[in-house]
């Protein structure tokens, strides 16, 4: 483990189902303690490849896998593809609201409708409002909820912290009944744009899996860099 990581006892898990490939066992590290006195271990932590889940920062540790990678987007660098500029353009009539990190029933409703629709069948099935915030938040980040909303409905929500220098994006869900508008895509262009105005650096988009359909999409924003050898560096570039 690197330095910052190391100042924190870890907990590693036994080898259990991957989640993400069905041919892989994955094990995962968990920093202790879960509850960090400030944003500034969460800060340190994220740069080293860990991704937060409710309460817990952890970060994939697989002894015969190096598939999961961190990934960010460099603020200054990025440029949009073609697809990605009509997306932006056909969103343009949204309203982006910041809100307290709080439950609200409309949001989770539309967390219950998303899950449903794209995660039927899996490990998220039936969420209970208590589990909906578990996932969410936790009592020491500095998180934001952004509603999307086309005039007074709510069409999604992105769930970001704030970590030093930069935005993590740690989880977005929409209407899926505006599947044609991309909103996921448009959520991730809305951070980038939120990261500029703000003059940060980087957007963490959590992890990238080459062979994993429903990872693999963050390649599509370039340049992109990820976490490899416990150094960041840019990974292999798309066309536009």
Known sequence: MNEESMRLNT??????ECSYLSDRLATTVFAEPF???????????????????????????????????????????????RIQKRIWKKNQDLQ?????PNFKQEHFDLYCRYV??????????NPSPKEYMRFLTSSWSITVFYEFRLQTQLVGLA??????????????????????????VYA?????EESKRLNLEWLYLGY?????????????????????????QILEQKSA
């Not at 449903?116 to 099935?125: E, L, Q, V």
């Not at 505006?178 to 996921?184: I, P």
């Not at 991730?188 to 980038?192: A, F, G, P, Q, S």
């Open 96 to 100: 982006v609201i910041p809100v307290l």
């Open 208 to 232: 990238f899996i080459k062979n994993c359909q429903k990872m693999s999409y963050k390649t599509d924003y370039q340049p992109l860099e990820g976490f490899i050898n416990n150094k960041w």
């Open 159 to 184: 769930v970001i912290d704030q970590v030093e220098n930069s935005l993590s994006a740690v989880y977005t869900f929409f209407e899926p009944i505006y599947a044609s508008r991309s909103l996921g």
């Open 116 to 125: 449903n629709t794209r995660h039927k069948g899996g490990n998220m099935d």
């Open 188 to 192: 991730i262009l809305w951070e980038i």
């Open 35 to 81: 509850l960090p006195d400030n944003d500034v271990v969460y800060s340190n932590l994220t740069k080293h490849g860990f991704r937060r889940s409710g309460e817990y920062l952890y970060r994939p540790y697989c002894q015969n896998c190096q598939d999961c990678i961190s990934v960010r987007i460099p603020i200054n660098s990025f440029k949009p593809r």
């Open 11 to 16: 907990m590693i898990t036994p080898p259990h």
